[in-house]
């Protein structure tokens, strides 16, 4: 347990409250589902208001976010070592199957494998210590034999429909509700989603041998999302299941936001784990530049997106606007941004039949799928005219990068486009715009590369952050 508090400088206005003193105590992953459905089209759009943030919105206790503008280096696959026929060679495990671990236990023995080679490089020096084998347990019914944590036993209600890693003083313990959690993620993302969860608890277990939990509870949570991302580039390099598949990074995407707090959650709540556009970039930060990246986040100012709702009506709302009202709103924004982008901007024309297409999504994701898919139609028309590529997957990453970009003035205050809008982003909106990419590539799966997902959410985010110079276009 420990109190830590954070305070970032940015460059922008941005719109949240503060992040003050925060309590980490027991480490929780807590679940939440994922939307279900298929719906047809791609998208929505950003909730309005003229209130958009102004400088005197800060308090005392107010955080000032920085979102870095370097431009993430990418990952360069690692020399793993392999066999004479060129197959890479998983490494030897370095624990024995934890018979308490149920199904999982294999899984188990890759993360701590992992974490034997590169617990230096995160900690600074030192070496992993596996976790007793008795205190990795998968709970699967009323049945199961729950472990001591400070003399008492861990609750069921503890347990139900969570994971959680926690340090006790009988030793360090891993605990996860297998029935109903696990079943629910293996259904929904396959092996993916219960190994991403394990690797992000062992990343729990790690921060505590490290030393690593002087941070906020957010910080302390995404660090640890951060670690899973690090094991899966590990796992790929050498293609050890899931990850011995592209397919498995865009279910990590998915299984990711499903974790998301909700809308209008606070950065500075004492289980706040972050949204689902953060903990995607988490997740991503780790998968790029791996442990040692990971291991500055307490330092970095990270880039977060979570802010409450700034007042009653838009929690009412979810800050969601009506869906023409929205269109209303959005459309000249859009042209008028687009207008800058490109001094022949002939203005855009929606047709019923598009409106159609994106009703349903508006109604089901949120408000942004329709600014989602608004962005990206108003990306390709920008691509057509400036004479490059709008077909293929390359140019529909180039178009999520645009639409990132056409987010970012709705939410950074912009002296010529925030007046102009009358709009700003609400507390959930980015997440929308991932769940709307999600929906997009769910529905064209067969015309998609597997891993196209993991891409177009991370060109997303490099226009959101970085605007449309980004882009290349
Ligand atoms: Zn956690």
Not at 422 to 427: C, K, M, N, V
């Amino acid at each position: 347990m420990q109190t830590g508090s954070i305070r970032i400088r940015h460059r922008h206005t941005w719109p949240t409250r503060g992040l003050t003193a925060l309590l980490a105590t027991t480490l929780v992953l807590a679940s939440c589902g994922v939307d279900d459905g298929v719906v047809d089209a791609a998208v929505g759009l950003p909730t309005s208001t003229s209130d958009s943030p102004s400088p005197g919105d800060t308090t005392d206790d107010t955080a000032e976010l920085d979102i870095p503008l370097d431009t993430a280096p990418g990952r360069t696959e690692t020399t793993v070592d392999t066999d004479t026929s060129g197959t890479a060679v998983i490494p030897t495990a370095v624990t024995s199957v934890p018979e308490s671990a149920g199904a999982w236990g294999e899984v188990i023995v890759l993360i701590e494998s992992f974490w034997d080679e590169n617990f230096a490089a995160f900690a600074g020096s030192g070496t992993f210590t596996p976790l007793d084998r008795d205190r990795i347990v998968a709970v699967e019914d009323a049945t199961t034999d729950l472990p001591d944590c400070d003399f008492a036993q861990i609750g069921t209600v503890d347990v139900e429909d969570n994971a959680l890693a926690a340090a006790c003083s009988e030793g360090q313990l891993i605990v996860w509700d297998d029935d109903d959690l696990f079943a629910e993620l293996f259904q929904d993302f396959g092996t993916t989603g219960p190994t991403v969860v394990l690797a992000h608890e062992m990343g729990h277990a790690v921060q505590y041998q490290a030393g690593a939990l002087r941070n906020s509870t957010l910080v302390v949570e995404q660090q640890a999302d951060c670690l899973a991302g690090a094991y899966a580039a590990w796992a790929t390099d050498r293609r050890i299941s899931p990850f011995d598949s592209a397919a498995a990074l865009d279910s990590a995407v998915g299984a990711t936001v499903s974790f998301r707090d909700h809308p209008g959650a606070s950065a500075a709540a004492s289980d706040a784990h972050g949204s689902g556009f953060d903990r995607v970039r988490a997740f991503q930060d780790g998968f790029d530049r791996g442990v040692g990246y990971c291991g500055q986040y307490g330092d970095i100012g990270l880039p977060i997106t979570e802010f409450p709702f700034q007042d009653q009506e838009d929690a009412d709302t979810g800050g969601n606007l009506d869906f023409e009202a929205l269109i209303d709103l959005v459309n000249p924004y859009f042209d008028a941004l687009f207008a800058t982008r490109h001094n022949e901007w002939p203005g855009m024309t929606i047709s019923e039949e598009q409106l159609d297409g994106w009703r349903n999504a508006h109604a089901q994701i949120g408000d942004n799928a329709t600014g989602t898919a608004m962005a990206l139609m108003f990306a390709k028309r920008l691509q057509i005219l400036e004479g490059a590529q709008s077909e293929g997957e390359g140019a529909l990453l180039q178009q999520a990068c645009l639409a990132g970009a056409a987010f970012a003035p709705l939410i950074f205050e912009d002296a010529e486009l925030t007046p102009l809008a009358g709009l700003s982003l609400s507390p959930g909106d980015m997440d929308e715009a991932v769940l709307t990419m999600i929906r997009i590539v769910e529905t064209n799966q067969d015309r998609l590369d597997d891993g196209f997902l993991f891409e177009a959410v991370a060109a997303l985010r490099t226009g959101f952050t970085q605007g449309f110079d980004s882009c290349g276009i």
